[in-house]
């Protein structure tokens, strides 16, 4: 096993520094959601001319190569770093869980098989020899578990999966050398915390559930509290902004309006507030594999900046809204 050495650490710190200034967040995602064609988004971003190709083979080309631009720096950065091979692994597997979500989503309308993964892995590579052959396209893998009663019930099985991403992720940092982690154990469990928020309001909100049906489908950990801040919500009236005052995450409510919770506004809040604490600990932490973690977690805001910004022209969204969008997923005073 290579271990990363003190100058490997600083160059870590300062090659994160020097990326996340020419990254698509704040100012230049917003400038990036002014453009108003696929085209002229594809020539800026891979800085050629677009192919004649049909809407639809652009930009699921869009999609997959803004995932694989994102994974192939991240990789290029932390390749030094093997003996963090499991927690890389688990990090990464968040576009390979996507990736399985769009399978089943297409499974269950009973569409064509994709040219394509959203993400290349061994997992993905194995579903796509197999489809449609469902036993077959997750058997013998962490996937095994999904049945035809998934694609019964899709939002079980996505939730499902997250579940499971969030707690392989969390079991990994343990295997993170101990003068090593930095901030990241802290940094992860946030961000569990603020899914697992976001969820509970969501299936309340829109779907009725209460506090006792909503716990089994937070993700719940052995060794942290992560569910309390989300199942504390049911104990309060999202209908009523001032029924949440003695609510612990009432700092994240601070820019509602009112009367009632604006659940979208608020996720906007947390992705904003966690965020920040990613950009904070950057350097805060300099001395670990936080950078490492951290330049994970820019990536996947800038590109979730352009496939958003890429769905806005599909719909022909509002340009403020995707230039909203920039600045909600960057983070304060970027």
Request: overall charge negative.
């Amino acid at each position: 096993m290579i271990m990363a050495d003190s100058f490997e650490i600083a160059y870590l710190y300062a090659k994160v520094c020097g990326a996340f200034s020419n990254m698509y967040l704040g100012a230049k995602g917003a400038a990036l959601a002014r453009e108003s064609s696929l085209a002229s988004i594809w020539k800026i971003y891979f800085e050629n001319e677009l192919p004649d190709k049909g809407e639809a083979w652009i930009l699921s080309t869009l999609e997959r190569k803004v995932v694989e631009r994102s994974m192939e720096r991240f990789v290029m950065l932390a390749g030094p770093f093997t003996e963090t091979d499991r927690f890389m692994a688990s990090l990464v597997a968040k576009h390979e869980t996507t990736a399985i979500k769009r399978f089943l989503y297409k499974l269950a309308a009973g569409e064509a098989k994709p040219e394509h993964a959203y993400f290349d892995s061994p997992a993905t590579r194995k579903a796509l020899a197999a489809w449609p052959r469902l036993s077959d396209m997750f058997a013998d893998g962490p996937y095994q578990w999904i049945d035809a009663a998934s694609l019964e019930n899709l939002g079980l099985a996505e939730n499902r999966l997250d579940r499971q991403y969030y707690r392989n992720l969390w079991d990994s940092v343990a295997s993170l050398p101990k003068n090593r982690r930095g901030n990241i154990p802290a940094l992860v469990l946030k961000d569990i915390r603020y899914q697992n928020l976001a969820w509970a309001l969501r299936i309340r909100a829109y779907y009725g559930y209460t506090k006792d049906m909503a716990g089994p489908l937070l993700v719940a950990l052995d060794d942290a509290d992560a569910t309390s801040l989300a199942l504390g919500t049911f104990d309060f009236d999202i209908g009523n902004l001032r029924s949440l005052d003695e609510w612990p995450g009432r700092k994240l409510l601070e820019r509602q309006p009112g009367p009632g919770l604006d659940l979208p506004l608020l996720e906007n809040a947390l992705q904003k507030d966690q965020f920040a604490s990613t950009r904070r600990s950057l350097h805060l932490y300099p001395f670990g594999y936080t950078p490492l973690y951290c330049y994970f977690e820019m990536l996947e805001a800038e590109a979730a900046v352009i496939l958003g910004i890429l769905e806005g022209i599909r719909l022909k969204a509002p340009e403020q809204e995707k230039i909203d969008l920039a600045w909600a997923l960057a983070g304060e005073n970027v």
